[in-house]
Nanobody, 124 residues
Framework: QVQLVESGGGLVQPGDSLRLSCAIS????????MGWFRQAPGKEREIVAA????????YYKDSVKGRFTISKDNAKNTIYLQMNSLKPEDTAVYYC?????????????????WGQGTQVTVSS
């Protein structure tokens, strides 16, 4: 059984920062790539950032480039999403996801395991 547990969400003002964490436990694959997705009310789930097993290849959605940073600590089986200069349009439930292998995918259908989500609300 694989579990992904997100933490770090909350209510912040525009321009503030948050760091999301995703801890992975259980019988995870020997190598795995990870992604952060988000889903706002009435909208489809979308990818925010993704990272390869080695950490050498990273993807960011255009609207978060320069503001968000994804990173991973394989020794701790944990990934992070540092979110700076938050905007109201970043408000959503954020999910981490894992897929077997070394390379990430953009489409959520290729991910095998998902966390329960953490709410991020950006409002003045």
């Amino acid at each position: 059984q694989v579990q992904l547990v997100e933490s770090g969400g909350g209510l912040v003002q525009p321009g503030d920062s948050l760091r999301l964490s995703c801890a992975i436990s259980g019988h995870i694959f020997s190598t795995y790539a990870m992604g952060w997705f988000r889903q706002a009310p009435g909208k489809e789930r979308e990818i925010v950032a993704a990272i390869s097993w080695s950490g050498g290849t990273i993807y960011y959605k255009d609207s978060v480039k320069g503001r968000f940073t994804i990173s991973k600590d394989n020794a701790k089986n944990t990934i992070y999403l540092q979110m700076n200069s938050l905007k109201p349009e970043d408000t959503a439930v954020y999910y981490c996801a894992a897929r077997s292998g070394t390379d990430y995918e953009i489409d959520s259908i290729w991910y095998d395991y998902w966390g329960q989500g953490t709410q991020v609300t950006v409002s003045s």
